[in-house]
């Protein structure tokens, strides 16, 4: 997964460059270089703590049940 960020911010970084002003440059960076990867960490980040959540929670209830 890492590989696939890396090139997709190495090849949107080049046609950022190849922009015709440096505020069309920062624009496609920006919005086409760093906005997909964040929004994908972003869910990623989410889900991981929900199932980290969901996991503590199926731990205290077994712990709950042993304790009768």
Known sequence: ???VVIGWVFVI???A???PGWGAGLATFLLLGL???G???LLARRR???TDEQRSHQGNSA???RDH
């Open 48 to 50: 991981r703590s929900v």
């Open 1 to 3: 997964m890492h590989i």
């Open 17 to 19: 460059l190849a922009q």
């Open 35 to 37: 906005l997909p990867p």
């Open 13 to 15: 970084s080049l046609f």
């Open 63 to 65: 712990d709950a049940e």
């Open 39 to 41: 929004v994908l960490w």
